[in-house]
């Protein structure tokens, strides 16, 4: 079937752990982009890609970092610079022509 | 930055009836998304706007983009009880052709009783 997938679901990790998340695709999909998701908030951007081997910085980049080697697979690191970890993560890819992103379930990261 | 502010917020109401929320913004919007996201899952995209005046049916839903190209609207009609969960607005900045820059809304949270 023709996707987004994330992975883990759940992820739990201990304070000053780098985690890294996966998210790949096989729709064939130019851009690819990261999401976060609070508690009674809307989606925030946090780095987007919109060819293999480039991205850019979202509206709240700091204390992640991500990797587009391939087309397929856009993985999103969070690292320990990253205050206050614990959020819903969301993975998305386009077509880059026209505007619509199309969203994986998600992966859950807590931070104990 | 630009804002999308989606009212009301939540709302609570039983099944059969009809349910209406809107998104506004504070600049002009060339393309309107709906999302609707269940709890723990990615929000999956319902209907697409690109025309201001645009009305656009998906099933029971009904969207809107408005004249003005700073708001839209979404109307659920009969309302069952999976249509519970939260209704995002989203769109791309002006002169952007791709979702880079997606802003979404806050969110309108619905609740269906039996």
């Known amino acids: 079937d023709g996707g987004i997938t994330q992975s883990p679901k759940y992820l739990f990790r201990k304070e000053g752990q780098n985690v890294t998340l996966s998210c790949e695709q096989n729709?064939?999909?130019?851009?690819m982009y990261w999401y976060r998701q609070d508690p009674g908030q809307g989606l925030r951007l946090i780095y987007y890609s919109q060819i293999v081997n480039d991205f850019q910085k979202g509206d709240i980049a700091e204390g992640y970092s991500v990797s587009r080697e391939k087309k397929e697979s856009f993985p999103l690191t969070v690292t320990s610079a990253q205050k206050n970890p614990t959020a819903f993560y969301l993975c998305?890819?386009?077509?880059?022509?026209?505007?619509?992103?199309?969203f994986g379930q998600g992966t859950r990261l807590t931070v104990v | 930055g630009q804002q999308l502010n989606q009212s009301p917020q939540s709302m609570f109401i039983q099944e059969g009836e009809d349910v209406s929320m809107n998104c506004t913004s504070s600049s002009i919007f060339n393309t309107w998304l709906w999302y609707k996201q269940d709890p723990g899952e990615g929000p999956v995209l319902l209907i697409a706007l690109y025309k201001a005046g645009e009305l656009t049916s998906n099933g029971r839903l009904t969207a809107q983009f408005g004249i003005t190209r700073k708001d839209s609207f979404l109307n659920i009609s009969a309302s069952i009880p999976s249509d519970v969960g939260i209704y995002f607005c989203?769109?791309?900045?002006?002169?952007?052709?791709?979702?880079?820059?997606?802003?979404f809304g806050t969110g309108t949270r619905l609740q269906v009783t039996l």
């Open positions: 989203a769109g791309p900045p002006r002169y952007t052709v791709t979702a880079s820059k997606l802003t």
């Open positions: 729709l064939n999909h130019d851009a």
């Open positions: 998305a890819s386009g077509s880059g022509l026209n505007t619509e992103a199309f």
